[in-house]
């Protein structure tokens, strides 16, 4: 019984891992877009 409680609080935390990570990729994805949208925005 604890062993698959255990278990389950485990899976959640590589579940949020996982998440966190995403996140952190998504972020600086839009940042950069960011960044070329305002050298593109010079331009014209």
């Known amino acids: 019984m604890t062993r698959s409680i255990y278990q389950s609080i485990k899976q959640q935390g590589n579940q949020m891992k996982e998440n966190s990570i995403d996140v952190d990729r ?5 940042v950069h877009l960011k960044n070329e949208y305002k050298k593109v925005k010079k331009y014209y």
């Open 26 to 30: 998504n972020q600086t994805i839009s």
